[in-house]
């Protein structure tokens, strides 16, 4: 039963059958076959999955609403300009600016959600990788890498949960 699902997610992908968006629709619609093969969907099911989703889709359009409007006032002000001068001043070589860029997203992920934090950190940070001459793919990269173990630190760990349920 969860093989078909694997299949249709990571199968599809791996075989060039589907993109992203198209392999988790297909692993969707493999969840409906299988809960309808072993009788267990019924329409209060539906239902209460449409409103998680809807719940969890409203949260995250808030805080991107939020986070833009964020950016935007720290451009308007000039906070993000004199951020990056304030980031020169301190004359840490680029790996060490790196370092403690990384370093704080390892400690807001002990308090913050993924999105937050990259909704949060990435105004301030693109301007200073960009002053110095970072590769923005790379460097974006590297920050996603940092935001994924920071969703694993404790006391937060909301990644641990997440695996902890899988298993």
Avoid at 87 to 112: D, K, Q, T
Wanted: glycine share 6%; with cysteine.
């Amino acid at each position: 039963p969860m093989g078909l699902i694997i299949f249709m997610v990571v199968g599809t992908m791996i075989l060039g059958i589907a993109t992203p968006t198209e392999a988790s629709a297909l692993g969707c619609v493999a969840v409906i076959i299988l809960a309808a093969m072993y009788r267990v969907l019924d329409w209060h099911k539906v239902n209460q999955a449409l409103e998680d989703a809807m719940r969890v889709t409203a949260m995250s359009f808030i805080l991107i609403v939020a986070a833009s409007t964020f950016a935007q006032m720290l451009a308007f002000s000039g906070s993000s300009a004199a951020f990056v001068q304030w980031s020169a001043e301190l004359s840490l070589g680029p790996i060490a600016m790196l370092a403690m860029m990384f370093g704080i997203l390892l400690v807001l992920g002990c308090f913050i959600d993924t999105l937050s934090m990259m909704l949060l950190t990435m105004p301030l940070y693109l301007p200073i990788a960009q002053s110095m001459g970072f590769d923005l793919i790379w460097f974006c990269t590297i920050m996603l890498i940092a935001l994924e173990i920071g969703f694993t630190t404790p006391p937060f760990a909301m990644l641990l949960f997440v695996m902890m349920g899988v298993v």
